[in-house]
């Protein structure tokens, strides 16, 4: 992918890879960065009809974060910005986790009516009463692998591990997620009941075993869409599309 970069605001730019033609895609990363990502991107790509448009979040890979930017629903307007300077209209937005939540605050506040399809992946943003939500930022490394993979021993990577560089990417990752997301925790309480002026198809794709947002998280974000579907992936934690690409990926392609 060749990276370009945007610059929305005086002080802040954004960086995006594009690949291949057609109806553009824009895929919004979770916590873990655009490399989580990079299967979804090859796969619209592949399609041969859509472009896959995959930005990194300001504070991940080593981009910079303005002070200012401290919310979701910044992300969301600097995307939909972002959407207008490129010129694109018909706009599927594809989100994983955190992005899921950047997706969804973009289709609230999209007045121009550019986005014209949706699609969750184990998103956060919303809190589901009696539903348990990790907490996220309280957990080791070995936690988290086991609230995000079904499959843990397979994925699990210890930090200490990593090459430095890589290691303090992670760190910045984590450290900008709480600054966005951590209060309130992992959610707008807002959120929930503006979903039903969204009415463009939306998809909802869960995995079963996630314990970060667990599938309860899922059904009540297609149930507040008045037009969406839910699809819940067995043997997959809070990244389907990775540990499950097979019935993941082709979801996402229709």
């Given amino acids: 992918m060749s990276p370009r970069t945007h610059d929305i605001y005086p002080d802040l730019s954004i960086t995006e890879h594009g690949r291949g033609q057609g109806r553009p895609v824009l895929i919004l990363h979770g916590g873990g960065g655009p490399g989580t990502v990079a299967g979804i991107a090859a796969h619209v790509a592949g399609t041969g009809t859509a472009r896959a448009i995959v930005p990194t979040h300001p504070g991940w890979d080593g981009t910079d974060r303005p ?92 930090p200490a591990t990593l090459p430095a560089e890589q290691a303090a990417k992670m760190r910045a990752g984590i450290a900008t997620l709480k600054v966005l997301a951590g209060d309130p925790y992992m959610h707008d309480p807002k959120l ?43 043997k997959a934690g809070h990244l389907p599309h990775i540990e499950q690409p097979e019935a993941t990926l082709p979801l996402i392609g229709a």
């Avoid at 070995?142 to 021993?153: C, K, L, S, V, Y």
């Avoid at 995995?207 to 819940?232: I, M, W």
Wanted: charge should be negative; aromatic fraction near 10%.
């Fill in 192 to 234: 929930l009941r503006r979903l039903g002026r969204v009415t463009i198809p939306t998809r909802v794709i869960w995995g079963e075993s996630d314990r970060v947002f667990t599938p309860g998280y899922g059904e009540a974000y297609a149930a507040a869409f008045p037009n969406a579907e839910f699809h819940l992936i067995p």
């Fill in 67 to 158: 002070e200012w930017l401290t919310g979701v629903d910044d992300l969301a307007l600097a995307y939909l910005h972002l959407i207008q300077d490129m010129g694109l209209r018909d706009v599927l937005v594809v989100g994983s986790s955190l992005g899921g939540w950047i997706g969804a605050e973009m289709a609230v506040r999209d007045n121009a009516g550019v986005i014209t399809g949706l699609t969750l992946i184990d998103a956060g943003g919303v809190l589901i009463p009696d539903e348990p939500m990790a907490d996220f930022f309280a957990l080791d490394p070995r936690g988290i692998a086991e609230h995000t993979w079904h499959d843990p021993d397979t994925y699990f990577v210890d």
